[in-house]
C-alpha cells in the first residue's frame, strides 16, 4: 500500500517538476527577451491541486514523505520571493529525496531552464550547486551542474556571477581530468568567447583552474583565449583579466611567462583606463615572486616605476598599498637602487590618500630594508620625509603615520630614537587631531623597549589628560582602554601621582560605556599592582561612592565591586566591599537593589561560606520579598546560584 | 612635490605666530581641489602678447596660434595669490581667444587645429582628485569645486565655441577629436563640480552632432560607465548629464531600432533603476525610457516588466518616483501594447496603493486623477477592477491617513459610475469572502480546541488507568492534566466570545 502512495506522491512531484514547459518555451526568444518575460506567476494558482492533492493523500495515509518535496518544488515557483528563496536553501534537501538519478534528469535541468528570478535566490542557487557534487552521483556525474553554473555565470549582477564562478571554481576540482577537457574546458571557451561582457569576466576566473590538468594543446587554447581577454574592448573584462593575471601565471610554466605573460602585464598596465591599470599592480607582486632575480631588471621593473609615477592617483596608491609585496618580490638589490627613491615620492605625493597609503607602509618597508644598509637609507632617505609628514596638512596622513612611526625606534636603536625620532613622537602628543595622539599613545611599548618611557612622560601626561577629557565619548573610550598598557609602563608612582584620578574621575561620567570601560580599566590595574595597591588607593573612593545621591554612582560603585572581588581576594571582599554592599540592599531606588542581588551573586564564590550563611542570605531572604518584581527575580536568582535555599 | 610646499612664501605667513592656525586654514583651502598641476615641472614666466584684434591680418594666424601655446601652461590655484601675473596673462589671452572664435571668420584653419586641440587636452585632461568626502553625497553635501575653474571655464568655453563656430568642419577636427580624446572627455564626467558638468555635456553633444564617426563609439563608452556604475563601483558623478544627452540621442534614432539600441534599453537603461542614487538623475532617465516608448510602441512590454522585476521594496523614496515614470509611461502608451501589461501593473499599483506610508499611496492613487490613464481603465474595467478591488476596499478601511481613505472613496465612486454592476458583483462576493474567511478562522480554533480537548481526555484517561494500575508509577505527571485544562479553558472562552 505504501509502495502505491509513493508512485503517486511521485507522479505528484514529477509533474511540479514539468509544470511551466510552456512558460519555458515562450522565454526561449533570444537573451534580451528571456531576462525581462518573466514569466506569469500562474503557478501559484495551480499550487493548490498538487498540494491539495497530495495533503488529502497524507492525511488519509499518513504518508507523508514525498509532500514537503512537492511543497519545496511548488514554492521554487511562488510569488513570494522568500518562499522561493527558503526553497532553494532548501534545495539539497530536495535532492536528496530525489535520489542521485532524478537529480541528473529532472531537478537539473528545470533548474537549468525555467529558474529566471531575483538575483537574490540566484545568488542561493549558484551557491548550492557548489556543494552538490554528492548529491548528483559523485564526481563521476559532476559535469551535471556545469549547465545551470553556465547560465549564473551569465548573469548580470555581479554578486551572482561571483558566487556561479567560485563555484565553478569548486567543482572543477572534482573533475577528473578527462571530464575537464570533456566538459569543462568548453565551458570555458564558450564564456570567454560569450557575446556580452559577463559571460567573458567569468570565463577570466576559470583558467587558472584548469590549466594546470589539461593536455599541452588545450594548454595553448588557454593561454590563446587569455590573451583575447585581455586585450578585449570593454574595460570591465579588462579589469576582470588584470585581476585574475597574477593567479594565472603561477600556474603557467615559466617559459609562458616570460613570454606570454609580460606582454600581457605590461599592456595592460598601461591601459588607457587607470582602474585597469592599478590592477596591474597587483599582478606585479605575484609575477615579480615567479621570476628569477636576473629577469627582474628587464622584464618587471620599466612597468612598476612607470606605475610609481602614474599621473593617475589611483595607480599610485594601489603602488604604495602594495609596497611591502613589492618590496619582498623584487629582493634586496633593486629595493635599495629603485624602491627607495620611489618610496619617497610616494610619502611626498601631491595626493593626501597616497601619501597615507605610503605613511601606513613606513615602518614595514624599512623593516624589510637590507640589513647592511638599512640605518644609512632609513637616516638619509626616509626620515627627512617622515619628517615633512609629520607636519602634513592631511591629518588621515598623520594618524597613518602615528600608526607607526613608533615601530622604527627598535629598528634604529636607542641613540638615534632619542636624537631624530623622539622630537618627532613629541610633535604627534601635541597633534590637534585626537585620532594622531591617540595612535602615538597606542604603540608606546614599541618605545618603551628601546628607550624607556621616561622620555616621553613629561609630553605624555598633558596629551593623556586631554584625551581623558576630549569631548567626543569615542576618544575617552580609546584612551582608557590603553590605560592599564601605559600603567604597566609608567609603573606605580607615576600612575599614582598623575592618573589616578583621571581614572576615578572616569567612574563618574556621564556617558555609560565610559563608566563601563572605566570599572572594567580599575580591575585590569588591580591585576597588575596588587590587591594592597588596590585598598590603599583605590577601593576607599569606590566605596565612598555608595554613598553618593546620585543613584546612576551609588551603582557604579557595585559594578566596580562586581569587577574588583575576584582581583582582590576575599579577605578585602569580606571585610571592606561586602559590608557596603549588603548597607545598600536598603536602597530607596529599586535598580540599586537589585543590582545589589546580582552583585551578591557575583562576589558569593569569592566569599566564605560563614559570611554567605550569617550575611549574604537573610540579605537575599529579604530582597525576595521586595515589592518590586524585578529586585524579587535577581534576589531568587541569586539564592538559587548560590544554594542558599 | 605638493604645490603648497613650493609656493613661494606669503609675506603674511612670515608674521604669522601661529602654526596651527595657518595649518588650519590651508586645510579650508583643500576643499577647492585639483591635481592639475603636479607635472609642471618649470615654472614658464609669461609675457603679454600684442592683442589679436590689433595684429596684422598677414600676422593673425601667428599670433593665435602662440596665444594658444601661451594658454598651455598650468597654474597653482590651490595658492591663490601664487603667480598673479601669469594667470592673468593667461586670463587674457584665453578670453580673447574665446572671443576671437565665436565672432571673426576665417580665423580657424586647418594647422590652428592641432593646435588648439593640444590646448584643451593639457587643460581639461587631468585625473581628477580623490574626493574630499568619501561618503560624498551629491544630494546633501556641497560638491568639492574644480579650484581652477577661472582658467578651466575659458578654455571649456573657447572649446565650445571652437566647435559652434561656423568655421568649424568636422574633416578637419576628426584628426584631432579622435578615440582617446573623447575617452578621456568622458572620463571627466564624473567631476565633482557640476558647472563642469554642464559645460562637458553641452561639449559632448556638439561632439556627437559635429563627428559622425564617433557615434558608436560614444554610445559605447557611454555604456560602459553606466554599466561600470551600475554593476562594478556605484559612484560616477556625470549619470546625469550623459543620460541628458543620450535623450537627444534617442530621439535622432531611426526606426526600425537597431537590436544595439534595444540592447541598450534592457541591459543598461531599465537597470539603472537599481542604482542607490537613483533621485539624481531619475528625470532624465525617465525621459530617455519615454523616448524610446515614443520612437517604438513594442518596446512598452519590456520596460514595464522589467520596472517590475526591479520595483524598490524597501525604499519608499525610490517606489514614488518608479510610480512616477509609470504615470509618464501610461501617458503615452497605446492601448493595445496597455492590454499586454495591465495584469501585472495593476497588482503593483494595487500593492502601493495599500502601503503604510502614505505618499506612496497618494502618488499611486492619483493615476485616477489622469485623464487619459483613466480612459485605459474605463476600457478595461473588467480586467482592472478585479485586480484592486479588494485593495481599495480593505484600504478604504483600515488606512491611518486620512487623505489616503478620500482618494480611496473618490476611486471606488469613479469605478462605481464606470461599471455599477460590476462593482456590485465585486462588492458582494467580497463579503461573501470576508464572511467565509472569519468562520474559517473561528473553524480553525473550533478545531483546535477540540483537539486539545480529545488530547486532554486521553491523558486524563490514562492517568486514572495509571492511577487504577499502580499509584506511585505516574506520580510525576500529576500536575499535568490540570495544568493543560487551564489552557483548554481561557480558548473556549474566547471562541464563545466570538
Known amino acids: 500500500m505504501f509502495g502505491a502512495v509513493n508512485a503517486l506522491g511521485e507522479a505528484l512531484v514529477c509533474q511540479a517538476l514539468h509544470r511551466g514547459v510552456k512558460t519555458q518555451q515562450r522565454r526561449r526568444e533570444g537573451p534580451a527577451a528571456a531576462l525581462l518575460w518573466q514569466k506569469p506567476r500562474s503557478a501559484a494558482q495551480q499550487r493548490h491541486s498538487v498540494t491539495a492533492i497530495l495533503s ?153 583552474v584548469c590549466y594546470p590538468r589539461v593536455s599541452s594543446t588545450v594548454k595553448a587554447e588557454i593561454r590563446q583565449h587569455f590573451r583575447t581577454l585581455c586585450s578585449d574592448d570593454t574595460p570591465m573584462v579588462r579589469r576582470a583579466a588584470a585581476s585574475k593575471l597574477g593567479e594565472f601565471a603561477k600556474v603557467l610554466e615559466l617559459d609562458y611567462v616570460k613570454s606570454d605573460i609580460i606582454s600581457l602585464f605590461t599592456a595592460l598596465a598601461s591601459d588607457e583606463q587607470d582602474s585597469v591599470r592599478l590592477l596591474a599592480v597587483e599582478a606585479c607582486v605575484s609575477i615579480a615572486t615567479l621570476l628569477p632575480q636576473e629577469d627582474l631588471e628587464t622584464l618587471v621593473m620599466p612597468t612598476l616605476r612607470q606605475a610609481a609615477e602614474d599621473k593617475s592617483w589611483r595607480v599610485r596608491y594601489m603602488v604604495a598599498d602594495k609596497f611591502s609585496e613589492l618590496q619582498k618580490a623584487v629582493g634586496p638589490e633593486i629595493t635599495k637602487n629603485d624602491l627607495v627613491p620611489a618610496f619617497q615620492n610616494l610619502l611626498k605625493d601631491c595626493e593626501a590618500e597616497v601619501r597615507a597609503a605610503a605613511a601606513n607602509k613606513v615602518k614595514e618597508f624599512c623593516e624589510n630594508l637590507p640589513e647592511d644598509s638599512r640605518e644609512q637609507i632609513i637616516m638619509t632617505h626616509i626620515l627627512p620625509c617622515v619628517k615633512e609628514l609629520v607636519s602634513d596638512t592631511n591629518q588621515h596622513v598623520k594618524s597613518a603615520l602615528a600608526s607607526v612611526i613608533m615601530g622604527l625606534s627598535t629598528i634604529l636603536g636607542k641613540d638615534n630614537t632619542i636624537e631624530h625620532l623622539l622630537p618627532l613622537f613629541l610633535a604627534q602628543l601635541k597633534d590637534e587631531c585626537p585620532e594622531v595622539r591617540l595612535n602615538i599613545i597606542s604603540n608606546l611599548d614599541c618605545v618603551n623597549e628601546v628607550i624607556g618611557i621616561r622620555q616621553l612622560s613629561q609630553s605624555l601626561l598633558p596629551a593623556i589628560v586631554e584625551l581623558a577629557e576630549d569631548a567626543k565619548w569615542r576618544v575617552r573610550l580609546a584612551i582608557i582602554e590603553y590605560m592599564p598598557l601605559l600603567a604597566g609602563q609608567l609603573g606605580v608612582e607615576f600612575f599614582d601621582e598623575k592618573l589616578n584620578t583621571l581614572c576615578m574621575a572616569w567612574l563618574i561620567d556621564h556617558v555609560y560605556a565610559i563608566r563601563e570601560a572605566a570599572t572594567c580599566n580599575l580591575m585590569k590595574l588591580v591585576e597588575k599592582f596588587g590587591a594592597e595597591w588596590a585598598q590603599n588607593t583605590i577601593v576607599p573612593k569606590v566605596l565612598g561612592m555608595a554613598n553618593d545621591p546620585n543613584y546612576l554612582h551609588r551603582m557604579t560603585t557595585l559594578f566596580c565591586i562586581n569587577a574588583l572581588s575576584e582581583a582582590c581576594g576575599q579577605d578585602i571582599t569580606t571585610k571592606q566591599m561586602l559590608p557596603v554592599v549588603l548597607k545598600m540592599s536598603n536602597d530607596q531606588v529599586a535598580n540599586v537593589r537589585f543590582n ?49 535555599a | 612635490l605638493h604645490p603648497l610646499l613650493h609656493s613661494p612664501v606669503h609675506p603674511l605667513k612670515k608674521v604669522d605666530g601661529f602654526p596651527r592656525r595657518s595649518m588650519r586654514r590651508a586645510r579650508q583651502r583643500r576643499s577647492h581641489s585639483s591635481s592639475q598641476f603636479r607635472y609642471q615641472s618649470s615654472q614658464v614666466e609669461l609675457t603679454p602678447l600684442p592683442l589679436l584684434k590689433d595684429a596684422p591680418v598677414a600676422e593673425l594666424h601667428d599670433l593665435f596660434c602662440k596665444k594658444l601655446q601661451q594658454c598651455c601652461v598650468l597654474f597653482d590655484f590651490l595658492d591663490c595669490v601664487a603667480d598673479l601675473k601669469g594667470k592673468e596673462i593667461k586670463r587674457a589671452a584665453l578670453n580673447e581667444l574665446v572671443e576671437s572664435v565665436a565672432t571673426s571668420r576665417g580665423v580657424l584653419i586647418e594647422p590652428l587645429y592641432p593646435e588648439a586641440i593640444k590646448m584643451i587636452s593639457v587643460n581639461i585632461f587631468r585625473t581628477l582628485p580623490p574626493s574630499e568626502n568619501p561618503e560624498f553625497d551629491p544630494e546633501e553635501d556641497e560638491p568639492t569645486l574644480e579650484a581652477s575653474w577661472p582658467h578651466l571655464q575659458l578654455v571649456y568655453e573657447f572649446f565650445l565655441r571652437f566647435l559652434e563656430s561656423p568655421d568649424f568642419q568636422p574633416s578637419m577636427a576628426k584628426r584631432y577629436v579622435d578615440q582617446k580624446f573623447v575617452l578621456q572627455l568622458l572620463e571627466l ?17 556638439r561632439v556627437y552632432g559635429k563627428l559622425l564617426g564617433l557615434r558608436a563609439y560614444i554610445r559605447k563608452q557611454i555604456n560602459n560607465i553606466f554599466l561600470r556604475f551600475i554593476y562594478e563601483t556605484e559612484h560616477f558623478n556625470g549619470v546625469a548629464e550623459l543620460l541628458e544627452i543620450l535623450g537627444s540621442i534617442i530621439n535622432g534614432f531611426a526606426l526600425p ?82 492590454i499586454r501589461v495591465q495584469e501585472p501593473l495593476f497588482k503593483q499599483i494595487a500593492a502601493c496603493i495599500s502601503s503604510p506610508h502614505f505618499q506612496v499611496a497618494e502618488r499611486a492613487l492619483y493615476f485616477w486623477n489622469n485623464e487619459y490613464i483613466l480612459s485605459l481603465i474605463e476600457e478595461n474595467c473588467q480586467v482592472i477592477l478585479p485586480l484592486v478591488f479588494a485593495t481599495l476596499y480593505r484600504v478604504s478601511k483600515e488606512h491611518w491617513n486620512q487623505t489616503i481613505v478620500s482618494l480611496i472613496y473618490n476611486v471606488l465612486k469613479t469605478f462605481m459610475e464606470m461599471n455599477s454592476k460590476l462593482f456590485d458583483d465585486l462588492t458582494a462576493s467580497y463579503k461573501v469572502e470576508k464572511q467565509k474567511e472569519k468562520q474559517k478562522t473561528r473553524h480553525v480554533l473550533d478545531d483546535i480546541c477540540s483537539i ?32 493543560k485544562l487551564k489552557i483548554v479553558d481561557t480558548i473556549g472562552e474566547e471562541t464563545l466570545k466570538e
Not at chain 1, 575537464?180 to 567569468?202: C, I, M, N, Q
Not at chain 2, 537613483?278 to 525617465?286: G, K, V, Y
Not at chain 2, 513594442?298 to 520595483?311: A, D, F, H, P, S
Not at chain 2, 480529545?454 to 500529576?478: A, E, P, Q
Open chain 2, 257 to 338: 531600432l537597431k537590436a544595439e539600441h534595444k540592447q541598450f534599453l534592457v541591459r543598461v537603461l531599465i537597470p539603472l533603476h537599481t542604482a542607490k542614487s537613483l533621485s539624481i538623475f531619475h528625470a532624465q532617465l525617465a525621459y530617455c525610457v519615454v523616448q524610446f516608448m515614443e520612437k517604438d510602441a513594442t518596446v512598452t512590454e519590456y520596460i514595464i516588466r522589467g520596472l517590475l522585476k526591479y520595483w524598490p521594496k524597501t525604499c519608499t523614496q525610490k517606489e514614488v518616483m518608479f510610480l512616477g515614470e509609470i504615470e509618464e509611461i501610461l501617458d503615452v502608451i497605446e492601448p493595445s501594447q496597455f
Open chain 2, 452 to 483: 486539545i480537548r480529545h488530547i486532554i481526555f486521553h491523558i486524563v484517561n490514562m492517568y486514572r488507568l495509571g492511577h487504577l494500575l499502580n499509584g506511585s508509577h505516574h506520580d510525576s505527571t500529576h500536575s499535568l492534566p490540570c495544568f
Open chain 1, 56 to 208: 488529502k493523500m497524507a492525511g488519509a495515509d499518513g504518508d507523508d514523505s514525498l509532500y514537503p518535496i512537492a511543497v519545496l518544488i511548488d514554492e521554487l515557483r511562488n510569488e513570494d520571493v522568500q518562499l522561493r528563496l527558503n526553497s532553494i536553501k532548501k534545495l539539497s534537501t530536495i535532492a536528496l529525496a530525489l535520489g542521485v538519478e532524478r537529480t541528473r534528469t529532472e531537478l537539473l535541468p528545470f533548474l537549468t531552464d525555467t529558474i529566471y528570478d531575483e538575483d537574490e535566490v540566484l545568488l542561493a542557487l549558484a551557491e548550492q550547486l557548489g556543494n552538490f557534487t554528492m548529491l548528483v552521483g559523485g564526481p563521476e556525474y559532476v559535469h551535471c551542474l556545469l549547465p545551470p553554473l553556465e547560465s549564473l555565470a551569465t548573469v548580470e549582477e555581479t554578486v551572482v556571477r561571483d558566487k556561479a564562478v567560485e563555484s565553478l571554481r569548486k567543482i572543477s576540482q572534482e573533475h577528473s581530468p578527462v571530464d575537464l577537457e570533456v566538459h569543462f574546458e568548453p565551458l570555458v571557451k564558450r564564456l570567454a568567447s560569450g557575446d556580452w561582457f559577463t559571460s567573458r569576466t567569468s570565463a577570466c576566473g576559470l583558467f587558472s
Open chain 1, 596 to 644: 545589589v542581588a546580582k552583585s551578591l551573586q557575583k562576589i558569593g564564590p569569592v566569599l566564605d561560606s560563614n559570611a554567605l550563611q550569617t550575611e549574604v542570605k537573610p540579605v537575599l531572604e529579604k530582597l525576595a520579598t521586595d515589592t518590586d518584581m524585578d529586585v524579587k527575580y535577581f534576589a531568587q536568582e541569586a539564592i538559587s546560584v548560590l544554594a542558599l
Open chain 2, 189 to 205: 564626467f564624473d567631476s565633482e563640480d557640476p558647472r563642469e558638468r554642464e559645460y562637458l555635456k553641452t561639449i559632448l553633444h
